[in-house]
């Protein structure tokens, strides 16, 4: 029994590590962009969150409403401001200043907060637990993964039904021709990033509710959240999900083994799919 | 008319004869400067080797590699191991190092190499978190809290006996001073061995590679092969600078000997504000790392605030560094690499 109960609690932790990845696999999607930052801007959104509880006292979640938006135009600014003059063909540009805006977040994070480890105040919900039968699995856990199925139930929904998603996906296939139609990949890579801060923010209230966290967290979270997206295949959200449970699993299980192994199994499973599946389990995306 | 093809400028001759004297002098500093002075130079000049081969990797290969602290821990973790286990004096350790990263930089770039362009870089990332953590298992050095070189490896590490009695200073000042030597003779090796191989036919197609893959594999550069060996290269300089800089601390965590900060970050940051893609470039930055490094000592996180924002600033704005900029604006090259085709009167072929 042990065993199922280790398995669940993987799976669960899965749809945490999702909701880490799907604002990174959103970005790297549409505008083959990858983030270095991705992590920490996680890290910047939950003490958003943090002083916002703090300040007015309210719960986190309606904190989380309220940072939403502050996220959202954060990370539009920084994409048609900065990000946006590194794309390219040159792979150098994009990686290396959000490498030095990650150096910048964390420090400015430590700067402002210490390097006391800190938590939201998630009250009853934290230790409440559904007796399953068979398994015991807390509320919030649940409400994790509940939340990375809505997420990629919404931003699939976006993508493919509306014309915004339109709009998305002709630019993510070639930028020049989707400029010809009167799309402006400019302004379009601006709305990806700021839809992919969205999804940071439901990622940081979790992360904030279920862990202690600090400001030199960011790059941890954001090994996962690579991993994750890598297995999926690039370009499905669903995968990225799947990457997320194959990761959660083998750390839990790897911690069932022994303490020590926790992270170690997860990058390792990371590692095993590479062998196998070099371009993940679910490619749709042609690199 | 004849032509001949030349590297050689007037620059990179004067550049070589003031770049004799500077080394010259630098071999003979321990002669007049103080202990702090040297542990100072002997940080520089371990950054300057650390940033030649991330430069090597990232500018001439298009590597870029954010793992690169798995192979400083791993040098300066086979070093204390030849020195702990096997009671090898901690100088001819030192090479372990550069065996021991070349042995795991082999599945790392079998792993690495399946992902292409950025994923490449996460893959060295992840490969190195794996390094850091299964080290961190390994109890007889210490495990997650880390171990020190024995009193009785570090009282007579070859050559100290000497300069204590020929310089007349004390046990630890000695060592200092013999890993600054060690410091500055890898740091011309490595400089010249780099500077070597780019005026080499490998460096032309690694060169060609960087520029355009394909056009370079459709005239039959074998690319796969010249990256394998690039990032073989580059494992086995940095770990034998890791090696150094951890016989020199002689202490060693796995959190310390993994320090992604340290020894990838800071290491970006020299050769992205010195100009990626030259020689000149990570010799410049590391200068002006150690100049930025003494004026913001004190202001803690700050410091690396301004280095992140700094990183950025020139990236956007000036994407060839400092050097760029200086040799755009003059012409300026110190190690030339560029072939040119220069005509000459009669049938001379000098």
Known sequence: MIWIDTLVQGVLLGGLYALFAVGLSIVFGIMRLVNLAHGDLIVVAAYLILVLVSLTGLSPFVAALLAAPAMAGAGWLLQRHVLNRTLGT??????????????ALQNALLEGFSAD????????L???????????????PLLTFASAIAVILALNWLFYRTELGRAFRATSDDAVTASLMGIRPATIFATATAIAMLVVTVAALYLGMRSNFDPNIGPARLIYAFEAVIIGGLGSLWGTLAGGIIIGVAQTVGAAINPEWQILAG????LVVLLFRPRGLFPRAVD | MGHVIRTRTRASTVAAIVGAIVVLGLALLPLVAGRGLIQDMFFILTMLVLAQFWNLLAGYGGLVSIGQQAFVGLGAYAMFAGVILAGIDPVWAIPLGGLAAVIVAV???????RLAGAYFAIATWVIAEVVRLSVAQWKTLGGGTGTSLPRTATRDIAGTGWIEAALDVRGAAARDILAYWLALGLALLAIGAIYGLLRSRRGLALASIRDNEEAARSVGVDAARLKWSVFLAAAFGTGIAGGLIFMQIARISPDAAFSVTEWTAFVIFIVVIGGIGTIEGPILGVLVFFALQKLLADFGAWYLIALGVIGIAVMLFAPRGLWGLISHRTGLELFPIRRRLIT???NDHG
């Open chain 1, 90 to 103: 040159d792979i150098l540009p994009p990686l290396l200043v959000t490498f030095g805006l990650s150096i």
């Open chain 1, 117 to 124: 480890s800190q938590r939201l105040p998630a009250g009853p």
């Open chain 1, 126 to 140: 934290a230790t409440a637990s559904l007796d399953l039968g068979a398994v015991t699995v807390g509320v919030l």
């Open chain 1, 267 to 270: 990058h390792v499973a990371f």
């Open chain 2, 107 to 113: 599945p790392t770039a079998f792993f690495a190499f």
């Open chain 2, 344 to 346: 000459t009167k009669g």
